[in-house]
């Protein structure tokens, strides 16, 4: 009995390094997408103002609503990932 309880024990361990290493994966994968994000916009924000810095320009914000769907689409495509690994976790 007290062996099954060890084999048990190394079954359970197993599967939580195993759990453990799809939750890092998730992590990693989510800050990635944050920093990508951050750096979308900010290059967005550096694309609206005009040359005088100090107000946005109309030209630009055309441009910067098209990329700006971009981001948006990336964002749905990782709501979407998360929403299945949280079904595959339940």
């Given at each position: ?80 990932s998360v929403s299945d690994l949280q079904f595959l976790l339940v």
């Amino acid at each position: 009995m007290q062996q099954d309880s060890f084999a048990t024990a190394i079954v359970l361990r197993r599967k939580a390094t195993d759990e453990l290493s799809e939750l890092v994966k998730c992590v990693h994968y989510f800050i990635t997408w944050c920093s990508k994000a951050e750096d979308e916009i900010s290059n967005l924000t550096h694309m609206v103002m005009s040359a005088d810095g100090l107000s946005p320009s109309i030209f630009r914000i055309e441009l910067v609503r098209q990329r700006w769907e971009v981001v948006q689409k990336g964002y749905r495509e990782y709501k979407t990932s998360v929403s299945d690994l949280q079904f595959l976790l339940v």
